[in-house]
């Protein structure tokens, strides 16, 4: 797949990651479209740069936890541009949620947010790139979906959600349809901001640094344009953090 004239919709894009992702794709020639749900102006800066990239850049308001919201983002994308070509889940909150104190509200923040959307996106967006017989969709899951951190437990059981996901519809969205993941570690503002922490994180990871944006966005384009034959996998990105 080429991303020139493409349309690419990638959630939680106003900013960091996500928008390092939707302005990699861009630069690429993809027409990007930034889902937000609070920040509305962060939301036109990066539509704006966008454009100056010469993308036909929109943005869409929603609440991916809510199957009301996809339905109207997917209603909003296929008028404007008729067509849907790769999704990328990207939105997902995160904090620390020591066990025996967390609560089901906690609980199911987690799941709604970083894998019931995961869910709602990929079988709305699924259905229509079945249709056209073509599209991708990769999903941003997290070293942790594999390692699990004590202290985040709930947000670690999620990104393993994502991950069961991605493989069970990379069997159920062939042939025409390619699903991956791409899995971050410590990446720019991650679990831990101070000195200390973010010392200890860097001398435990093998390339002896913290990941950037930059490095899940190459990642995800990769999963895009590099190849058309692959499909079910997890790429970490984590600087080999993973097996230090």
Known sequence: MTLKN???????????????????????GANVVIQYRSK???AEE?????????SDAIMTFGDISREADWLRMRDEII??????????????????????????EQWD?????????????????????VKQ??????????ISGETIWPSYIPYCVSKSGVLALTRGLAKTLAPHVSVNAVSPGTVLEGIEDDPASL???????????????EDIANAVLFLIEGSDFITGINIKVDGGRSIA
Do not use: W
Not at 109 to 129: A, P
Not at 133 to 142: L, M, R, Y
Not at 203 to 211: E, V, Y
């Open 133 to 142: 017989q073509s599209g991708k969709i990769i999903n941003i899951a997290d």
């Open 46 to 54: 990066t539509v704006s740069e966008a454009k100056a990239l010469g």
């Open 199 to 213: 010392k200890k994180l860097t001398d435990g990871t093998p390339l002896k640094r913290i990941g950037q944006p």
């Open 109 to 129: 923040n987690f799941m709604n947010v970083n894998l019931k959307s995961v869910y709602l996106g990929s079988r709305i967006f699924g259905e229509i790139m």
């Open 6 to 28: 493409c349309v690419v919709f990638v959630t939680g894009s106003a900013e960091r990651v996500g928008k390092s992702i939707a302005l990699t794709l861009a630069a690429k």
């Open 79 to 104: 008028k404007h541009y008729g067509r849907i070509d790769v999704l990328v889940n990207n939105a997902a909150i995160i904090y620390k949620t020591p066990f025996l104190s967390s609560t089901e």
């Open 40 to 42: 509305p102006e962060k």
